[in-house]
């Protein structure tokens, strides 16, 4: 069983750099998440989709951009990377959001030097 | 905004030991999800409560969320090496409407058990 699959599991960029980093879901999930941890924080919304062509941010969602084209993928894109954006990003998908299962895939480490 | 706030910050117990890992909201839980996590393999789903004083188990691990649905704890009954890892606590905010299961964490416990 798949579930959620992100890539790369560890990054490295440079300043001013970009990347993406790849979500894919085999679940059928309408609802998909990017969270960003950091050391000894909780997770952090950055953006969410409740479906294919719709997207809005979440409580960080400042240096990001996602996109959404099919059910399956929610690519999370880092334009001009900066040394805060250092930290571990978490994708996730539900069913239907609230009170459902909320499965999150095994992370993507993300160093900018 | 909802905040969580999760005590202790980090746990070391010998192996067999009980113990509680709580999880305090500054206002109502509508979902209070659990998850525990270990380096390298993401989060992974243990229980999700909903109703004032449910309580789940599974296995060895049993969920509360008391009856005013502000607080919620984890409590780990004849703790293994296998239990060592982070507890994170996770709300839904939703009032009323839907939050579309966006959630806000609390900081995480660790949890280090001593064969």
């Known amino acids: 069983n798949a579930g959620v699959t992100q890539t790369p599991k560890f990054r490295i960029l440079k300043i001013g750099q970009s990347m993406t980093l790849q979500c894919t879901q085999d679940?059928?999930?309408?609802?998909m998440y990017w969270y960003r941890q950091d050391p000894g924080m909780g997770l952090k919304l950055i953006y969410y989709?409740?479906?294919?062509?719709?997207?809005d941010k979440g409580e960080v969602p400042n240096g990001y951009n996602v996109s959404r084209s099919t059910t399956e993928d929610f690519p999370l894109r880092l334009e001009l990377a900066a040394p805060s954006q250092t930290s571990v990003y978490f994708c996730?998908?539900?069913?239907?959001?609230?009170?459902?299962?909320?499965?999150f895939g095994e992370g993507s480490w993300l160093t900018v030097v | 905004s909802q905040e969580l706030e999760q005590s202790p910050q980090s746990l070391i117990v010998q192996e067999g030991k009980n113990l509680t890992i709580n999880c305090t909201s500054s206002?109502?839980?509508?979902?209070l999800y659990w998850y525990k996590q270990k380096y390298g393999e993401g989060l992974i789903f243990l229980m999700m409560?909903?109703?004032?004083?449910e309580e789940k188990s599974h296995e060895k691990i049993t969920a509360k969320l008391d009856e005013k649905k502000q607080q919620s704890s984890l409590h780990i009954t004849a703790s293994q090496p296998s239990h060592a890892g982070i507890y994170l606590c996770?709300?839904?905010?939703?009032?009323?409407?839907?939050?579309?299961?966006?959630?806000?964490f609390g900081q995480g416990t660790i949890l280090t058990v001593h064969p």
């Open positions: 996770g709300a839904d905010p939703k009032a009323g409407g839907t939050s579309y299961g966006k959630l806000t």
């Open positions: 989709s409740v479906g294919a062509g719709i997207t």
């Open positions: 679940m059928n999930h309408n609802y």
């Open positions: 996730a998908s539900s069913y239907q959001g609230s009170g459902n299962t909320i499965y």
């Open positions: 206002k109502t839980l509508y979902g």
């Open positions: 409560l909903q109703k004032g004083g």
